[in-house]
Antibody, heavy 116, light 108 residues
Framework: QVQLQESGPGLVKPSETLSLTCAVS?????????WGWIRQPPGKGLEWIGS???????YYNPSLKSRVTISVDTSKNQFSLKLSSVTAADTAVYYC?????????WGQGTLVTVSS | DIQMTQSPSSLSASVGDRVTITCQAS??????LNWYQQKPGKAPKLLIY???NLETGVPSRFSGSGSGTDFTFTISSLQPEDIATYYC??????????FGPGTKVDIK
């Protein structure tokens, strides 16, 4: 069974870079599918951040594109998110998931707070 | 960008009631529309894919219909465990996505 697990700092200072990793078990990232990140500010809806295809091609939400980098490490079977120049508006639960149009399965999510 | 709207934003119904949520896309998305359930503190869970297909393991009281720009999600008989927020999501321009704003369902 495919499982995903997010990890990374829970607190990031304003103007710094948020870095998260999603470890995948039960499936090899290089075998197929897209692998993506979605975030959810407290009490709000879901926002697609970006995705990486198993071949390495990346796709980003235009509203975040200038600040987002998604990369994959096939040797560790994990993919990562970097979001630069963060502000309080980037405070959210960040989820990673596998998708092909349908998002499943998902990681449990990790809360990242932007605060000094 | 394709925009998604949902109505209502929240609803309260009794156990056993039929519940209907609508989702509208700003342009034709064929049947590239999924529905998710999110319970508090949990990740979203896929319920319906391609507008009307039930995900494996999901109870049959959940259903979806529609195509083009107008879609409907139905719970035929609301159960206490169905308390959650429901989101529609389009993928007409894969791998770019848009989610609807969500509909919060409560028990009356």
């Amino acid at each position: 069974q495919v499982q995903l697990q997010e990890s990374g700092p829970g607190l990031v200072k304003p103007s710094e870079t948020l870095s998260l990793t999603c470890a995948v078990s039960g499936y090899s990232i290089s075998s197929g599918y897209y692998w993506g990140w979605i975030r959810q500010p407290p009490g709000k809806g879901l926002e697609w951040i970006g995705s990486i295809y198993h071949s390495g091609s990346t796709y980003y939400n235009p509203s975040l594109k200038s600040r987002v980098t998604i990369s994959v490490d096939t040797s560790k079977n994990q993919f990562s998110l970097k979001l630069s120049s963060v502000t309080a508006a980037d405070t959210a639960v960040y989820y990673c998931a596998r998708h092909d149009g349908r998002w499943r399965p998902w990681g449990q999510g990790t809360l990242v707070t932007v605060s000094s | 960008d394709i925009q998604m709207t949902q109505s209502p934003s929240s609803l309260s119904a009794s156990v056993g009631d039929r519940v209907t949520i609508t989702c509208q896309a700003s342009q034709d998305i064929s049947n590239y529309l999924n529905w998710y359930q999110q319970k508090p503190g949990k990740a979203p869970k896929l319920l319906i894919y391609d507008a009307s297909n039930l995900e494996t393991g999901v109870p049959s009281r959940f259903s979806g219909s529609g195509s083009g720009t107008d879609f409907t999600f139905t719970i035929s008989s609301l159960q206490p465990e169905d308390i959650a927020t429901y989101y529609c999501q389009q993928y007409d321009n894969l791998p770019r996505f848009t989610f609807g704003p969500g509909t919060k369902v409560d028990i009356k």
